[in-house]
């Protein structure tokens, strides 16, 4: 790996190109090359994991909004599917709809480190350009694995959520990239995209603060069309705010630490594999992946409390971030509010831990049902819930190896009697260090599970077979990896929506 310094540069000094930061992005992203077995089966993983939660979120509000402004944009040239729908739209709306379906019910991959991220939510926009283009699966694949590189690089050494920025402005970075590996763009126009990118989609993370609404599944949408947008622009020869992270009025000093900021990113070098993607995991459980190891936690500990109505207090210690973006370090009175949004809900670790020592399970739409959040025992149960950061998870959170790296924490559950329960666990079942590490069978039990109802057995079969063989897939084999649904039973919740511009 290489070892890069971004730092602030005063417009005077004319930084050379090739020291920009999204020049190195750019750099590292073209000199892809082909993916390790690993790799390319983790990619592989990551395009079921999407689809399922994808089918799963169809009926839902935003989901169809988005698909419906997507439909409105149809087009007569090759163009890419969209979830749910029969017809083709141009590739930017599809990245659009796609996007938001995938990201909806906050139920597939992540990657924390400095700052944090969902690498799956490339994927979307990826797979439309590819479509459109006429790619082949093969070089999905390897567009896939450089967009994940990137964005795990990023996420690594430049932390956002100290500044309350928002974390998709490493994801349009990631995604401008990876398209530029998959259609094997020249560096230069790729540099372009990246800084355009990223120039438009930063913004603050009051999108995750407070009444959170459902933009927080928009977001991502956003960012890989905005991508898309400017590598179209860049490949026709348009420039870019540059140098859009160094500049004096940049990225850095304006957004960051200011005009002192100094971040080391690190890069692979041209013939060193991709492997990033293999550090990032995905959700067993619909909600915030902090809230992953908890709800498991959870499930062990209800065993050992007795009658819930008979626990006084319950404390999670655990890491800075957990406690003040999904804790009671946030302030944040909605996410004790039993009538809060669900994506409020699935950003509250009190609630979630309430409704999982109650049902000893979580489901991504029961355990959210406003019925369920307004249960006088649960909503009881849920206020004497509080978090508490402790230096030692946070530490762990940060851990430089990411075998020991742990984002969980320590319930202390005392009861009426003053009998104190105490368990912790570092990181989920699910997490690659668990106790249950997802692999291929249980990504694809995870699809047949979410597209129960949704997708027949035989086109669950069909989607699998197509994902397993995405290395082999040549450009109009693509529309396999969307799982064919009742598109009547969408067509008609689509009739219900109130109409818009488009």
């Known amino acids: 790996m290489i070892e890069h310094h971004v730092r ?113 939510d490339n994927i979307p926009p990826l797979l439309a350009v590819a479509q459109h283009t006429g790619t082949s699966g093969a070089d999905l694949l390897r567009g896939i694995v450089a967009a994940y590189e990137i964005h795990v690089a990023l996420v690594k050494g430049i932390c956002l959520h100290e500044h309350r920025i928002d974390h998709v402005a490493h994801l349009s970075a990631a995604t401008a990239c990876g398209i530029g590996a998959m259609l094997r763009l020249p560096t230069e126009v790729v540099y372009q995209a990246v800084q355009q990118a990223v120039h438009t989609t930063t913004t603050t993370r009051q999108s995750r603060k407070g009444e959170i609404s459902s933009w927080k599944a928009y977001a991502p949408a956003f960012a890989g ?58 959700k067993e459980h619909s909600a915030e992946y902090q809230a992953q190891a908890v709800i498991d936690l959870a499930r062990r500990m209800r065993e050992k409390t007795g009658p819930l109505a008979k626990v006084r207090s319950i404390v999670l210690h655990t890491s800075h971030h957990t406690h003040h973006v999904i804790g009671s370090g946030a302030n944040d009175p909605q996410k004790y509010d039993p009538t809060a949004s669900r994506e409020t809900l699935d950003h509250s670790i009190p609630y979630i831990l309430a409704v999982a020592l109650e049902d000893g399970t979580w489901h991504h739409e029961r355990s959210y049902a406003p019925e369920r959040a307004r249960r006088p025992e649960t909503v009881a149960l849920w206020r004497r819930i509080t978090t508490v950061e402790d230096p030692e998870w946070t530490r762990r959170y940060h851990d430089p190896d990411p075998a020991r790296r742990a984002f969980g924490g320590r319930a202390v559950i005392t009861l009426d009697d003053g009998t104190v329960i105490e368990d912790e666990l570092a990181v989920a079942d699910a997490h690659p260090a668990g106790a249950r590490p997802f692999d291929r069978p249980a990504y694809e039990a995870k699809f047949r599970t979410l597209a129960e109802g949704i997708v027949t057995p035989d086109g669950q079969d069909a989607f699998l077979d197509a994902a397993t063989r995405l290395a082999e897939l040549p450009a109009d084999g693509l529309a396999g990896l969307f799982p064919a649904v009742d598109t009547d039973a969408v067509a008609a919740y689509d009739a219900g929506l109130p109409k818009g511009l488009f």
């Open 8 to 120: 602030v540069h005063p417009s005077a000094a004319r930084l050379p190109r090739e020291e920009q930061l999204a020049w190195k992005l750019a750099s590292a992203a073209t000199a892809t090359g082909e993916p390790d077995a690993e790799s390319a089966a983790m990619a592989v993983n990551r395009v079921i994991d999407n689809a399922s939660v994808a089918v799963a979120s169809l009926l839902r509000r935003p989901v169809a909004v988005a698909r419906a402004q997507a439909t409105a944009h149809g087009t007569t040239a090759p163009g890419a599917c969209v979830f749910g729908g029969p017809a083709r739209v141009s590739p930017e709306w599809a990245a659009w709809a796609n996007g938001t379906a995938v990201r909806e019910l906050d139920f597939h991959d992540t990657y924390l480190a400095a700052d944090y991220s969902h690498p799956g």
């Open 225 to 282: 069309k905005v991508a898309i947008e400017a590598v179209d622009r860049a490949m026709r020869g348009e420039t870019s705010p540059s140098p859009v992270y160094e500049g004096e009025d940049g990225f850095l000093a304006r957004m960051l630490n200011g005009p002192e900021s100094d971040y080391t990113v690190w890069l692979p070098e041209p013939g060193e594999p991709r492997r990033a993607i293999l550090d990032t995991y995905t």
